[in-house]
């Protein structure tokens, strides 16, 4: 049987899939549109398990701020093109993650990426043609004090912040300084630095001071103040406050009678090694219907 434009048409427009997909479905099918839709359910996990190796470096960031100011949720989930992270199913999903993240607490991505969520990922791998992973989650709560947050309008940088103290305002503050400062902060307190971080920023530093030439007391003095502009530098609340530099986020917090117990800064694709592929190879091989 002869298919048509119009049967792929009406099957992509049932089926939510590629053009590509839809065709040799219906080819396969000799044009039975229910047989070919059936075809396609069955071999859904399939297609899925196969796009499953490719890189996602794009997606969107989620929040979610408890009514009562006690807990905050943020999530990524990633997807391979910028261009896919704008549709409207794609951004639905992370919503769903998100409310199952805020309401159960769990951050542990793996377990999420199973039963409901995981067929529901699949399903959506199926229809966008793309891979999409849940990357991580992040669930922050304050029993006395209050949980606040920033998201960028974009959706690829964001902060959670608690405090000691309920302030919603200046936990977003706080947290718009967090995904807008460089460097980030790693941590609240130079304290909470861990030892083997030092050492190896230590190691360096006396390697650049020895190629000085200038004495070994002198050196050592070099050294410790790189090291204690190190930990100022990644340090919450030594670090100038983005929207009044003139004071340290510490002394803000101190002067509001609080303090911050923990934060979290996401930014979508952070740390994913992207590798460089041929566009014009990809395409052919899609053609093909080699993926």
Do not use: W
């Amino acid at each position: 049987m002869a298919i048509t434009s119009a049967m792929v048409k009406e099957l992509r427009e049932r089926t939510g899939l590629g053009m590509l997909d839809c065709k040799k479905a219906l080819e396969a099918a000799d044009g039975d549109m229910d047989k070919a839709i059936e075809d396609l359910r069955k071999s859904s996990a399939l297609k899925a398990a196969k796009k499953a190796g490719r890189t996602t470096a794009e997606g969107l960031l989620g929040m979610k701020l408890g009514d009562d100011g006690k807990r905050g949720a943020l999530v990524e989930i990633n997807i391979e093109t910028d261009f896919a992270a704008k549709n409207e199913k794609f951004i639905a999903f992370v919503s769903t993650v998100l409310d199952e993240v805020f309401s159960s607490g769990t951050t542990d991505v793996e377990a999420l990426s199973t039963g409901p969520l995981g067929a529901e990922r699949e399903a959506l791998v199926q229809e966008i043609g793309e891979n999409i992973t849940l990357r991580r989650a992040t669930v922050l709560d304050s029993a006395s004090g209050g949980v606040g947050g920033y998201l960028h309008t974009d959706q690829r940088k964001g902060a959670l912040v608690a405090l000691t103290e309920p302030n919603a305002e200046l936990a977003r503050d706080i947290a718009m300084h967090i995904t807008g400062i460089d460097p980030a902060p790693m941590v609240v307190n130079p304290d909470d630095v861990p030892e083997t971080v030092v050492a190896k920023e230590r190691d360096v530093f006396v390697s650049q001071a020895a190629e000085s030439g200038k004495p070994p007391e002198i050196v050592e003095k070099m050294v410790e103040g790189r090291v204690r502009k190190f930990l100022a530098e990644i340090s919450l609340v030594n670090q100038p406050f983005v929207k009044d530099p003139n004071q340290t986020v510490g002394a803000l917090l101190k002067s509001s009678g609080t303090a911050c117990e923990a934060f979290e800064r996401y930014l979508v694709g952070d740390g994913i090694e992207v590798e460089k592929s041929d566009f014009a190879a990809e395409v052919a091989a899609q053609l093909k219907g080699d993926s």
